[in-house]
């Protein structure tokens, strides 16, 4: 874009601005990746490309040709390996100058890394050849003079091929976001004087009415105006169905149009919509650390000085102990517990396994938001649910129309929505939702009148309506007593019985409830299956919270507990022993949010409450909460396996090339298996984090 254009939009009052799905794919990792990823990779085909002649000329005399051409003490061997000495010094200098230059870091902060393990054992492999080779007098045997020029070669381009495989499984694992960012449509077909504009996304702004053809993808966060459609959006929440919408209905960005075409007022643009606080949201959880990692941390800032400690201990004891040439046994002793202790797995081990944890979730529309919290969601054995909005829809609804003899149920609805057409009582809103969602027209009310506590009053011409409690209509001196057995039926499926009668006589009982949603009881169900204790807490009177209880499964209830004393009730648990996670919408129940081991906020759409909560589920489903806990213990999992193979590989590498079994077996471990073994350690390590990627979330939450 033209800054001409740029200010021209601004004189016009469009504020230009820059969408951070645009900025991220822009700035995204993928591309430095890739470029460091064909740096290493130049690197090591260089390093191959001198190590393979490297290594047969070494050891001319044992190749049939060319000992004849290199005999042993020839002038020509002596230029021969003059040669090599150069060549793996551009090697050291090319391939391997990410070692030094980590090494020197390390030691100008007075710590130690793997590059400092990597650098000595290749250093110290390439200045004991060179030395032997133009300084020869000065090693008592002539045994010791042979150069080891392949080690320093060989050994640099395993590692730095080993470490262009961690780049590219790292790419993998956090593909992720790259989807996630990929997500973000280009243009939007916005109205502006009357007119559909096709804009670059970046010049939307608050406001704009925005139009969408079936097919496309919503470009914003918004709010349906005119028309109606379904959409995907299970690229952002992970429900897979579309999802039906209307005026009045959010949408979100990046989701897709199915079906019909409908325009939307804008009202989240850039980083406030949702795909940008996703992104943002599973790059920091990436980027966070699990607690065990911080254990890792603190372990390897010791284990990497212990084993430069060992690799001298190695030295001096096969100097002093071991067979002729000692010093070139106590060389490659000293080099090879370098190189095989190299740390790369252990280092690896936690934040593979993280990283495509979170990704994972995050492409289920489960946000994680740090390793804090999906390492604590494993430990979780008490899982605390909110009835409204998470359990239930959280709208009120008619359920059951039970009428008196001579009226039937749409009578009954149309009387009652007439006259609470004026209300502002939830219940009243249910009912007339209900009369509308029946296609039901009702009249205009002559008069209204509203008894706080107790019902409404209102006359439909010269006829007069009740509507409310039972004892309401008694005190009008209308008999109701042939409807109180439906209406105790009723209260005691949790429903609320809202009683009608027409002039002095009893028309019917309609039911309201707020109804659980469609998946809450099999959610529930899988919840137990994990092994957690479900319980449910609420402000409803204990009648109506035991019968819903019952309803989906749950046996703990906490009824009539006020907002504020939710929290409470959560830290009463943790005092049983137990480790509790709470379930809610993340505004109401904030203080109970952030009292609980982990906090899981239930959002819908756009309104995700991510700032009170550890876990934040997009969608309103409780199979959310199954899976992120599954997620959770599967990637916890993973990291401890991913830990334990790399101690065992150290605790089993260091004796080896130690040389322990050398007395036993006649066993001494070359620099060059130690490095290759090294290698592979790392892609085991990496392997095992990518199996995360084929778990199924669908069996879990079955």
């Known amino acids: 874009m033209t800054s001409a254009h740029t200010a021209a939009t601004d004189r016009i009052g469009h504020r230009h601005h820059v969408s951070p799905t645009a900025s991220a794919e822009a700035a995204s990792p993928a591309g430095d990746r890739q470029a460091e990823y064909g740096t290493l990779m130049r690197k090591w085909w260089f390093g191959a490309a001198v190590g393979v ?71 110290t492999a390439w200045i004991y050849s060179t030395v032997a080779l133009l300084l020869p007098q000065l090693f008592p045997s002539e045994a ?32 992720a976001i790259e989807k996630l960012i990929g997500l973000a449509p280009k243009t939007a077909r916005v109205i502006r004087d009357e007119a559909e504009l096709e804009i670059p996304v970046e010049e939307v702004v608050v406001g704009d009415i925005v139009a969408v053809r079936p097919g496309s993808k919503v470009p914003v966060d918004g709010v349906v105006t005119i028309g109606a459609s379904a959409v995907d959006e299970s690229m952002i929440t992970g429900e897979s169905m579309p999802v039906a ?22 009202t989240k643009i850039g980083s406030d919509t949702a795909l940008a606080t996703i992104v943002r949201m599973v790059g920091d959880a990436q980027a966070s650390k699990v607690p065990i990692q911080r254990i890792v941390d603190v372990v390897s800032g010791y284990f990497t000085p212990a084993v430069l400690i060992l690799s001298v201990l190695g030295f001096v004891i096969w100097y002093d102990f071991g067979p ?47 390793g804090d919290a999906l390492q604590a969601a494993k430990k979780i054995d008490t899982i605390v649910l909110d009835k409204t909005g998470t359990i239930t829809l959280g709208r009120p609804a008619v359920t059951d129309i039970v009428p008196a003899g001579g009226f039937e149920p749409d009578d009954v609805l149309a009387l009652a929505a007439a006259a609470e057409r004026d209300s502002e009582h939830p219940l009243a809103a249910a009912i007339v939702d209900g009369a509308t969602e029946r296609a039901i027209t009702l009249a205009a009310p002559a008069g209204f009148e509203a008894v706080p506590g107790q019902g409404i009053r209102a006359w439909l011409g010269e006829r007069r309506v009740l509507v409310g409690k039972q004892d309401f209509l008694e005190a009008a001196g209308v008999n109701a007593a042939g409807l109180e057995g439906e209406a105790a039926r009723l209260a005691d499926e949790g429903k609320t019985p809202v009683f009608v009668a027409l002039d002095d006589r009893a028309a019917g009982v309609i039911a ?105 589920l997009i969608s309103g489903s409780l199979r959310g909460v199954v899976s992120a806990i599954a997620i959770s213990r599967a990637t916890m999992r993973n990291v401890y396996q991913n830990l334990f193979g790399a101690f065992v590989y150290n605790a089993l590498g260091l004796p080896v090339a130690l040389g322990v079994l050398y007395p036993v077996i006649g066993l001494l471990l070359s620099p060059i298996l130690a490095a290759l073994a090294m290698s592979f350690s790392s892609v085991t390590v990496i392997s095992n984090a990518n199996r995360l990627k084929r778990f199924k979330l669908a069996e879990v939450a079955a």
């Open 53 to 123: 002649p490297t290594m047969i000329l070494s050891y001319p005399w044992l190749i049939p040709g060319l000992r004849d051409l290199f005999p042993r003490e020839s002038p020509q061997l002596w230029w021969l390996w003059v040669a090599m000495g150069v060549a793996s010094l551009a090697v050291l200098v090319y391939s391997g100058e990410q070692f030094f230059a980590g090494a020197w870091e390390a030691l100008r902060h007075r710590s130690a890394n793997m590059h400092t393990l990597i650098a000595i054992g290749t250093g």
């Open 144 to 175: 010791m003079t042979d150069v080891y020029y392949d080690v320093t070669v060989v050994v640099t381009a395993l590692v730095v091929l080993g470490m262009a495989m961690e780049v590219k499984a790292r790419g993998r694992t956090s593909e």
């Open 245 to 266: 919408k209307s005026p009045g209905d959010e949408v979100i960005g990046a989701t897709i149009n199915k079906t019909g075409a409908f325009r939307f007022r804008a």
């Open 324 to 370: 002729a040439p000692a010093f070139a046994y106590a060389t490659i002793v000293a080099v090879t517990t370098l190189i095989i202790a190299c740390p790369c797995a252990l280092g690896m081990a936690t934040p593979m396994a993280l990283t495509t944890g979170v990704g994972l979730a995050a492409t289920n529309g489960i946000l994680i938001r740090s």
């Open 512 to 616: 309201i409830a707020d109804p659980v949603k469609s998946d809450s009881v099999a959610s529930i169900a899988a919840l137990r299956k994990l092994g957690l204790q479900v319980v449910m807490i609420t402000g409803d009177n204990r009648r109506t919270a035991d019968a819903i209880g019952r309803s989906v499964g749950i046996r703990r209830v906490l009824a009539e507990v006020l907002p504020q004393d939710k929290a409470h009730e959560v830290r009463k648990l943790q005092l049983e022993g137990r480790t509790v996670a709470m379930v809610g919408d993340g505004i109401n129940d904030a203080p109970a949010l952030a009292q609980a081991d982990v906090g899981f906020a239930i959002g819908t759409g756009t309104d995700v409450a991510i700032e009170a909560s550890d876990i934040t």
